[in-house]
Structure formats: C-alpha cells, structure tokens
C-alpha cells in the first residue's frame, strides 16, 4: 500500500512560479518511477512529467522548458518546479505512482489528492 499527500499548489500571476511537492509514505519498495499529471475542467488527464529510479525525466510538449521534475530520496518525496506559468497550466494536479517501461511512464493505482493551480492573467 502506498500514500502520497501533496502540496503546494496556488493562485498565481501569469509568468509566475510554483512548486508542488510529493511525499510518499508506505511500502514504496517496488516503485521504480513517479509522475506529475494535471486535468483541467473538459479535458483528459494528462502526463506532464516523470522521473524513473535512475534519475531521467520525461515531460509533455506543453510545458518543456518551464517545469522540472526533481526527487529526494532521503524524504521519499518528488517535486514539480513550475516555472513562467501560463493560464493554460491551470488545472488539478496529481502526484502517482508507476514505472517506465519500453521508454514510456506507466502509472500504477496510487495518487495523490490533487492540488489546485489556478493562473490568472
């Protein structure tokens, strides 16, 4: 069983910076990979990061050059650094669980609660 509580999400102006944080708490072992997703109100969910167990990130199209996953494996916890922020970021967040296989980010059943980041323009 795995938990993970996240935080750190906001109201911020256009350009602006965030930084959600992930931490992770039960039996962890057998997760390899971890991932940052997003959903907005009419839209499917959607991959915006990951970071597998030998430290190489993924990140969607949309967001390449602004956000930068990062992880700290003394406190079990991922971040999300969100960098020039668009109004079109704004959406629920999601923190999971997963793997990489074949080069691809495959998430298993465990996610955070969500946290809102909403920018204004």
């Known amino acids: 069983q795995v938990q993970l509580v996240e935080s750190g999400g906001g109201l911020v102006q256009a350009g602006g910076s965030l930084r959600l944080s992930c931490a992770a708490s039960g039996s962890t072992f057998s997760i390899n990979a971890m991932g940052w997703y997003r959903q907005a109100p009419g839209k499917q969910r959607e991959l915006v990061a990951a970071?597998?167990?030998?430290?190489?990130?993924k990140y969607a199209d949309s967001v390449k050059g602004r956000f930068t996953i990062s992880r700290d494996n003394a406190k079990n916890t991922i971040y999300l650094q969100m960098n020039s922020l668009k109004p079109e970021d704004t959406a629920v967040y999601y923190c999971?669980?997963?793997?990489?296989?074949?080069?691809?980010?495959?998430?298993?059943?465990?996610w955070g609660q969500g946290t809102q980041v909403t920018v204004s323009s």
């Open positions: 999971n669980a997963g793997a990489k296989a074949h080069g691809d980010y495959v998430p298993y059943d465990y």
């Open positions: 970071i597998s167990s030998d430290g190489s990130t």
